[in-house]
């Protein structure tokens, strides 16, 4: 069974950082991509990156150069680490992979960027 579980969100201020994780099991977790999603009050949700599984990052205009992502395939786990947060970046945040064509998402991790 496939599981996506999010956590680190939180409240920050501007300016500051914060680091998401996205703990996966139930397949490969070295063979697929990993992508992050958030979704702002009324807003749609919008992809913010895609890691691939060789490592390539692609990235969201509105975050590149701000945020990184890294694994730890022994742990199964992928980081999305946010600096200079901005209050536009407020929204949750989700993992998300496709597997054979089906979508599978965490529960998602509210981070607020606000002084």
């Known amino acids: 069974q496939v599981q996506l579980v999010e956590s680190g969100g939180g409240l920050v201020q501007p300016g500051g950082s914060l680091r998401l994780s996205c703990a996966a099991s139930g397949f490969t977790f070295s063979s697929y991509a990993m992508n992050w999603f958030r979704q702002a009050p009324g807003k749609e949700r919008e992809l913010v990156a895609v890691?691939?599984?060789?490592?390539?990052?692609t990235w969201a205009d509105s975050v590149k150069g701000r945020f990184t992502i890294s694994r730890d395939s022994a742990k199964n786990t992928v980081y999305l680490q946010m600096n200079s947060l901005k209050p536009e970046d407020t929204a949750v945040y989700y993992c998300?992979?496709?597997?054979?064509?089906?979508?599978?998402w965490g529960q998602g991790t509210q981070v607020t960027v606000s002084s």
């Open positions: 890691n691939l599984a060789g490592g390539r990052t």
């Open positions: 998300n992979i496709n597997l054979n064509g089906n979508q599978y």
